[in-house]
């Protein structure tokens, strides 16, 4: 805040001279780098298909509709694999990632160099990388097919699942280990009647969360051959049948919802 | 009183015996069925394992150099696409929020701005952008419309459940003083959700990073498309050159956002 004297007059401003040519400095620098970009973009972009866009997307809609009904018959086998790629990638992952995340929590690690940084590159790399991209690459490895959905699945998970349950490991209450402690109980004792009840609830939150976004996920897996819907998906937009498509859309959006409706119900029973 | 001592034991989770035994069936008959639709082709797995070996000596030694251009030029059309999608998506999701904003909103908005973001958030970002790269053509116009269009859902459910949990007083008192609908949003909304607006915004720009990633595999430009081009002619020191990259943006970006979203607070 700030006043002024002009004129012999006392006026109020929000912010003085130099907040105010601080404020206007970042800003400007700001949208500079944001037309740059823009910049960047407009150049590489081909501006008459743009143009055309509308009339694009009134004809994509025009052949969007009406969905190719019939065509959900073929697909309960493709919807049964996305099912499974979410499910066993996430029990899979769980199984991974319970004791990666005793390994990186502060608390439990081991008394022993280098584990909680190797536990915790581990679980930032699976993170940071898509599963969309772990399947990429494990469809040129394992072949096409729902297997490498799976392990995509699984990978990227384990980092979600490691990370939410190590910070819940990290913020359990002192005082039942320190009882516990107190008996005499040996480490897998500690682990079994200090640590394990109290994160329990945060634990099955975190995986049925995960399964939920895996759902999700194993819709699209297909989009790089490693099954489910997405490979329906796929054959459908390469052959152009927009029925199909459409069709595709609307089971993923029911299969999505479902799962979503589940999770919080499931997360609502646990908590 | 009997003389053998009574061992404690852990209550089970569940209870009932009986259910507990049909959950154990279920999720075992669940496991063999899945499992066994699978279908597993060894020889193809076994195939690929040099490829696999392969990738792991490609990440001991990754390749910066000699498709650097092309690398250098993904990376910098994804931080470009990024940052305009979520400059882009901000400036769309304040209408949607304020109209997704119970306590300000009347009905009929409040409904069509929640249906926005019912759209936005329900298709995943790959989805989008397959439609979009077909109404746009090819490159990265299309990636920043895609990652635009999600940011809307998400920026917008947040700000919106903000805004419906602020500080009913301030919104009372300018209207008392007479503000206008565009004062009372001024001066008693903006106040009150732009710290936490902020820092959402930043969480989404490091999202908006990590989905730039991907949906070059379906032409929306971006490192996703140098990526899938390297996985595509085998070249495995490459991708895990730019495997590498991404996961240090990531981890940079999600530093940054978190120092600055402390700050914020």
New interface residues.
């Given amino acids: 805040m700030a006043v002024f004297t002009k004129d012999g007059e006392m006026t109020w401003r929000r912010r003085d001279r130099r907040a105010a040519l601080q404020r206007w400095i970042t800003t400007f620098a700001f949208v500079a780098v944001l037309m740059l970009c823009w910049q960047v973009i407009a150049e590489r972009t081909l501006w008459d298909f743009v143009l055309d866009a509308p009339a694009q997307g009134a004809d994509l809609l025009g052949r969007m509709i009406p969905p190719d009904i019939a065509y959900v018959q073929q697909l309960w086998r493709p919807l049964w694999d996305t099912f499974n790629m979410a499910t066993l990638g996430t029990l899979i992952a769980i199984v991974l990632a319970t004791p990666l995340a005793f390994l990186a929590a502060r608390n439990t690690t081991p008394r022993f160099p280098l584990v909680r940084p190797i536990a915790l590159l581990v679980i930032v790399a699976s993170r940071s990388i898509n599963s969309l991209i772990w399947a990429l690459l494990l469809v040129l490895i394992l072949g096409p097919g729902v297997l490498a959905g799976v392990i995509a699945i699984a990978l990227r998970s384990i980092g979600f699942i490691g990370k939410l349950l190590y910070e819940a490991i990290e913020e359990i209450d002192t005082k039942s280990v320190e009882a516990i402690t107190a008996t005499g109980a040996s480490p897998g004792q500690l682990r079994a009647y200090a640590v394990v009840p109290q994160i329990m609830p945060a634990f099955a939150g975190i995986s049925v969360y995960r399964w939920d976004i895996n759902i999700r996920e194993a819709t699209v897996l297909g989009l790089v051959g490693a099954g489910g819907l997405g490979l329906e998906l796929m054959a459908s937009v390469n052959t152009l049948a927009w029925g199909r498509v459409s069709t595709l859309f609307l089971l993923i959006l029911a299969t999505v919802l479902v799962s979503e409706w589940l999770s919080a119900r499931l997360r609502a029973a646990v908590t | 009183m009997t003389d053998t001592a009574v061992r404690w034991r852990?209550p089970p989770m569940i209870a009932n015996p009986w259910w507990r035994a049909a959950l154990c069936l279920g999720v075992g008959g669940?496991?063999v069925v899945?499992?066994g639709?699978?279908?597993?082709?060894w020889q193809?797995?076994v195939?690929?394992?040099p490829?696999?070996l392969e990738?792991v000596q490609a990440m001991a030694a990754p390749d910066f150099v000699s498709r650097a251009d092309q690398i250098i030029d993904g990376v910098?059309?994804s931080?470009?696409?990024t940052?305009?999608a979520t400059?882009a998506g901000f400036l769309l999701s304040v209408p949607v929020a304020l109209g997704a904003a119970r306590n300000i909103a009347p009905a009929p908005v409040y409904l069509f701005c929640r249906a926005i973001i019912a759209v936005s958030r329900?298709?995943?970002e790959?989805?989008i952008a397959?439609?979009l790269v077909?109404?746009?053509?090819f490159?990265?116009?299309a990636g920043?419309a895609t990652l635009a269009f999600a940011s809307i859902g998400f920026i917008a459910k947040l700000a919106a459940e903000d805004i419906e949990a602020m500080d009913a007083r301030p919104l009372e008192a300018i209207r008392a003083t007479g503000g206008s609908w565009g004062q009372v949003i001024h001066w008693a909304v903006q106040p009150q959700v732009m710290p936490r607006l902020a820092g959402i915004t930043l969480y989404r720009l490091d999202i908006n990073f990590?989905?730039s990633?991907?949906i070059g595999?379906?032409g929306a430009?971006g490192i996703?498309a140098t990526?899938?081009t390297a996985?595509d002619r085998?070249e495995f020191d490459t991708?895990a050159a730019i495997?590498l990259i991404?996961?240090a943006i990531?981890?940079v970006a999600e530093y940054a956002s978190g120092m600055l979203r402390a700050r914020l607070r």
Avoid: C, K
């Fill in positions: 852990r669940y496991l899945a499992v639709s699978l279908e597993i082709n193809r797995i195939a690929g394992m490829r696999a990738f910098l059309e931080l470009t696409m940052l305009v400059v329900s298709f995943q790959i989805i397959i439609l077909a109404m746009l053509g490159g990265p116009l920043v990590r989905e990633a991907i595999i379906v430009g996703g990526l899938n996985f085998y991708a495997l991404i996961i990531v981890l």
